[in-house]
């Protein structure tokens, strides 16, 4: 045991510790653990901030993007396996979509510098269509294998096109393509070649949920513009309902809509252009 003398000297300089502490702006008064997760969150409010900034200021830019410019990231970015083979099942379907494609891009005065949008079959089981940096077009067999009828796919290919003219294609590779941008501007072909082989080995751009309501509210409007109305998007969405695994809870953390709502979105349109 401590003797007295010696316990009333330590209780002294922790009481003159004390003082100084509380007194001084040099010494802190928080745990070195709390600092630390403050200055983490900052750092990551820092991150998604410049993020968010960075892809409006590009999104910004692709919208104002000349057609020359946008048609030579194009062709660097094109799809590059171009070896799909088309089922003579698949071919009757493959030339409606080509001709209904023709249509679209005459009622679409963004995409008149487009005169051909390649059109591909994907091996596949899975209820699905894409479109590509440059414009090249996937349907799966398990899509075509459905026998959507005419309007139908004419929904789903001008669902893909609409993204085409919405220009999503680039928004949803914006970092890419600034850096691309940059690079065909300062002539750095090595860096160039990086950031194309980056792009190409992506099997399906994303879209937010925001692209994809407009690229559907695209489609239905084109319909009503070949066909007088857009009953051919809501059956076909209806039909994609019905072969949904994913339970609706699940849907919410999709990078797509909720196909209910959708569906309804179409059927709000057709009361407001109402049908012929």
Not at 100 to 108: A, P, T, V, W
Not at 246 to 251: A, D
């Amino acid at each position: 045991m401590e003797p007295l003398s010696l316990m009333i000297k330590n209780n002294n300089y922790d009481n003159q510790y004390s003082l100084i502490t509380d007194t001084n702006i040099n010494v802190g008064s928080s745990s070195d653990l709390k600092d630390f997760f403050i200055l983490i969150a900052w750092f990551v409010l820092a991150i998604a901030i410049f993020l968010f900034s960075f892809q409006h200021i590009t999104n910004f830019y692709i919208d104002r993007m000349s057609v020359n410019t946008q048609t030579k990231i194009e062709s660097i970015i094109g799809y590059q396996n171009k070896e799909e083979n088309i089922s003579d099942k698949y071919t009757q379907q493959i030339e409606l979509l080509n001709k209904i494609q023709q249509k679209i891009i005459k009622n679409d005065n963004s995409i008149q510098h487009k005169q051909f949008f390649p059109i591909y079959v994907k091996e596949d089981k899975d209820i699905n269509a894409w479109i590509y940096a440059d414009g090249s077009i996937f349907f799966t067999s398990g899509l075509l294998d459905e026998k959507y009828n005419e309007q139908e796919l004419a929904f789903i290919l001008a669902h893909e096109i609409g993204h085409y003219s919405h220009k999503d294609h680039l928004k949803s590779i914006s970092k890419q393509i600034a850096i691309m941008t940059l690079c065909l501007i300062t002539g750095r072909n090595n860096e160039l070649s990086s950031v194309v082989n980056s792009i190409s080995t992506v099997d399906v751009i994303k879209h937010s949920k925001s692209q994809e309501t407009k690229a559907d509210l695209y489609a239905g409007e084109m319909l009503y513009k070949l066909y007088g109305t857009n009953q051919g998007g809501i059956s076909a969405m209806k039909k994609i309902e019905e072969k949904e695994k994913m339970p609706e809870f699940l849907q919410y953390i999709s990078d797509h809509p909720l196909t209910s709502t959708r569906i309804y979105l179409l059927e709000k349109q057709q009361n407001k252009f109402g049908t012929q």
